[in-house]
């Protein structure tokens, strides 16, 4: 153990002892040194500390042994600083790129020649950049083709080939009719192909007509297409793409442009706005470009069972029953009513995005609408609204005026209710069901031109007037009285004869449908159907009276007009057990609907002149519901081309208005 020197202390000459002073640390350094340079070093082992001075001060402890410690920690923390600071350098080294990954490096992310060369070679022109920086006019001038060897003149054609590095592909513009029409390929062996329809059940709804059986491989696939595409339509998202729903741009005619653009695709002014608000609505909805139709072919449907789908519901559940529907003559527009004292006027389009739109309304304030009808005339563009009320409404949907008609002169008192109406076929009258039962009943007739009273019906029935039904020439009325028996009235020379309904219990509901082929006798109508309270439904056939009566040139005039008057039905229906409420037909008579609204899915379709219901239709998962309004529409011509024969809708007290599509 090295010696101790004693020194004296400040204060109450005290000693301390210091270990001597001795030059061990140099002498460790250089063994050190000499044995592990290399890792002592490295970690920075020993370094020479200096000597601590004498402390100014007292403290806990002496000053050699405070200054050792101080100095032993100042060079463990410099150790250890050392160390972390050599980890942090170590990094590993990195290699220069070579050629191939250079080359990788250009292809993926381009360089500024690549792209200059890119922005230089750019161009419109598909063919630009295929086949060299120059055109073929210019190349065919400029190339030299006597010096290139021969393996490059000539190729085989092996697919397409991928672009060079750098190239710029030029996105399609657009697609021409031809290329979108024309299949992606073509099989020669469809042409020799031949499918028979009607000896498979399940291809029969592929057919057009009755006959029709055998086809081709192309129609047969046209077929099935059209079928898919009916059953599930283009998804909304994929109509937005296609811009097939969007409507057309309105812009205004320049001088420099044609004037033979369509009114839908002008722009109109600000008063024209405020006077048309809903001619230009419809306008741009864009179902009144249309001013004729052509005859659809006619088709026959068979007995037993019938081709009926269901299409997407006009109205959901509302604040009330819809008690009124009715289809414009001409366009696709379907008019609903009920006691909320709301008229809703639907554009009839089942296909997505936007299913039978709402294209307006009208709220007229305490008046529960009970019959509303547009005008039968595909030129005339009112529409009439009656309730319980002493007056009716009219309005024009193309200048947007509402005129209200408050009472028949000389026959207020006759006429105290205007909620039951009808207008002719011919668009020419309008029959008012009259209040009064004095005699039996009363119907006033208007001219629907001026809104004047034009003349009167009085029938003898015990209970007054049940229902009545214009013939289809307009030129007269079937009336039918509670009591059974039916009123033939012309405009013309009045009433022409009466008949009684067999077995009448309380007539309730009228209709005539169909052709009778004999033009001026009672309208022409073939087929008269008569409801009761009891749910039978008469049906009689017009033709077998004028085989037997109507051809006799020298009928007596008091023989009753040619009618019997105690005919026989074709057939009485007893499908329905509760009162009779609607009697609709189709516009060419083959289909009848009977309905009653005192039961759930009470309806019935009978098919003509088999006088036979249809034994599918309704199921008992058929939503019906309470029956209160049902209407005959027509399908549009691509539609009847394609084997559409009527659309059905029905509402009921939920306020629901569904529709179903026939097909033959």
């Not at 059940?201 to 029709?212: G, H, I, V, W």
């Not at 009591?483 to 004869?497: D, L, M, R």
């Not at 329905?576 to 005192?598: C, I, K, N, Y």
Request: charged share 30%; proline share 5%; hydrophobic share 35%.
């Amino acid at each position: 153990m090295a010696p101790v020197a004693a020194i004296p202390h400040k204060s109450g000459g005290h000693q301390r002892f210091l270990p001597e002073k001795t030059n061990d640390v140099a002498r460790y350094q250089a063994e050190l040194e000499a044995g592990d340079a290399g890792s002592d070093r490295e970690a920075g082992a020993l370094q020479p500390v200096k000597e601590a001075e004498e402390a100014n001060f007292e403290v806990f402890g002496t000053d050699e042994e405070d200054g050792n410690g101080g100095a032993q920690s100042e060079a463990s923390d410099a150790e250890s600083m050392d160390i972390q600071l050599e980890q942090q350098k170590k990094e590993k080294p990195v290699l220069p790129k070579d050629a191939e990954e250079e080359e990788l490096e250009r292809i993926i992310f381009g360089d500024s020649e690549g792209f200059r060369q890119g922005l230089d070679l750019f161009s419109l022109d598909r063919t630009t950049g295929t086949y060299g920086e120059t055109s073929d006019e210019s190349g065919a001038e400029e190339a030299d083709l006597d010096n290139v060897a021969d393996q490059d003149l000539f190729f085989f054609d092996a697919g397409p080939v991928a672009a060079p590095a750098g190239a710029v592909a030029v996105a399609k513009t657009g697609k021409s009719d031809d290329e979108d029409d024309k299949p992606a390929w073509e099989d020669s062996d469809d042409e020799r192909l031949v499918i028979s329809l009607a000896s498979v059940p399940q291809l029969k709804k592929l057919r057009e007509t009755a006959e029709d059986d055998t086809v081709n491989g192309k129609e047969y696939a046209r077929r099935l297409r059209k079928q898919y595409e009916r059953l599930c339509p283009t998804p909304g998202w994929a109509v937005r793409a296609t811009s097939k729903a969007n409507k057309k741009r309105r812009r205004t005619i320049d001088d420099g442009e044609s004037g033979e653009a369509s009114a839908s695709d002008m722009d109109v002014d600000e008063d024209d706005l405020s006077t048309q608000p809903l001619a230009r609505l419809l306008k741009d909805a864009d179902i009144l470009s249309r001013t004729s139709r052509s005859a659809a072919k006619r088709r026959k449907l068979q007995a037993g069972t019938i081709d009926i789908q269901r299409l997407k519901d006009v109205a959901k559940a509302g604040p009330s029953a819809i008690t009124s529907l009715s289809f414009h003559p001409a366009y696709p527009l379907l008019l609903s009513s009920g006691p909320s004292s709301t008229l809703y006027l639907h554009h009839v389009d089942p296909n997505p995005p936007n299913p039978n739109p709402l294209l307006t309304s009208l709220h007229i304030k305490r008046t529960p609408l009970v019959t509303t009808a547009f005008h039968p005339s595909p030129s005339d563009s009112r529409i009439f609204l009656s309730a319980r009320r002493r007056y009716f409404h009219v309005w024009n949907i193309a200048t947007g005026k509402v005129e209200k008609i408050s009472r028949v002169y000389g026959h207020q008192h006759e006429q105290r209710t205007m909620e039951y109406f009808s207008l002719s076929p011919d668009g020419r009258y309008m029959a008012l069901r009259g209040s009064s039962r004095k005699g039996g009943g009363v119907i006033n007739i208007l001219d629907t031109r001026t809104l004047q009273w034009a003349t009167q019906v009085r029938v003898e029935s015990r209970g007054g007037v049940a229902d009545f039904a214009w013939w289809s020439d307009g030129s007269g009325l079937s009336i039918a009285g509670k009591n059974g028996e039916v009123t033939e009235w012309s405009v013309e020379e009045g009433v022409i004869g009466r008949w009684t309904d067999e077995g009448a219990v309380g007539t309730t509901v009228i209709a005539l449908g169909g052709n009778s082929g004999r033009e001026g006798w009672l309208g022409g109508d073939r087929w008269v159907a008569v409801g009761s309270s009891s749910g039978v439904v008469n049906v009689y056939d017009r033709r077998a009276w004028s085989e037997n009566d109507a051809s006799d040139k020298h009928a007596k005039p008091d023989s009753n007009g040619c009618i019997p008057k105690a005919p026989k039905p074709l057939r009485a229906l007893q499908n329905l057990t509760t009162p009779v409420s609607h009697l609709e037909f189709t516009a060419d008579g083959q289909v009848l609907a009977m309905a009653s609204r005192w039961k759930n899915n009470a309806m019935r379709l009978v098919h003509l002149p088999s006088a036979t219901v249809f034994k599918n239709w309704p199921t008992e998962k058929t939503p019906l519901g309470r029956i209160t309004a049902v209407a005959w529409g027509r399908p549009s011509e691509e539609e009847e081309r394609e084997g559409s024969l009527a659309q059905l809708a029905v509402a009921n007290e939920a306020g629901h208005v569904r529709m179903w599509e026939i097909r033959a």
